[in-house]
């Protein structure tokens, strides 16, 4: 799928796609943060049918939800492609150590060669969490790398 990035002089830049069916849907980033989630009129490219402003809060939930199934799917293709690599869920014990602290703490991909590529907190999904997302007792952790790799993860997060 081709997406167009625009430079928005003052504002900051779109992104625009069409869908299978035409339509045409694009993001405006905000140099303030503010996205816009903008649907086009099909008959006149340059205006707008609807436009939605999200705050952040808003923007990651949109992410969440539209991207979690993805990463889901491609995790399972990697797992057919990929001899080796695995996916492990991890959850995080009350009383572990890094219950409380941030990703960036853990420094799992430097001491395992493993990758936490997403974190389960009751009904939300956090894909591709930074290193400043912090942890707490019951998150299920999602980690991608070698059987070795998602092993010592696991004692990392238990153990410290």
Do not use: K, W
Request: net charge negative; aromatic share 4%; proline share 4%.
């Amino acid at each position: 799928m081709d997406v167009e990035e625009i430079a928005l002089p003052g504002i900051g830049l779109r992104y625009d796609f069409a869908t299978r069916s035409g339509q045409r849907v694009g993001v405006v980033c905000h140099r303030t943060g503010r996205r816009d989630l903008v649907v086009y009129d099909r008959d006149d490219p340059d205006s707008s049918r609807e436009v939605l402003q999200l705050t952040d809060d808003e923007g990651d939930v949109l992410a969440e939800l539209l991207g979690a199934p993805r990463i889901v799917e491609r995790l399972a293709d990697l797992h057919r492609e990929v001899e080796g690599l695995l996916s492990e869920q991890i959850t995080i014990l009350a009383g572990s150590p890094y219950d409380g602290r941030t990703l960036g703490d853990t420094q799992a991909r430097t001491r395992t060669a493993a990758s936490i590529v997403a974190v389960v907190r009751g009904s939300q999904v956090h894909a591709s969490p930074r290193p400043d997302f912090g942890f707490l007792a019951g998150d299920v952790v999602v980690v991608v790398g070698t059987r070795e790799g998602a092993d010592a993860v696991a004692q990392l997060l238990a153990n410290g």
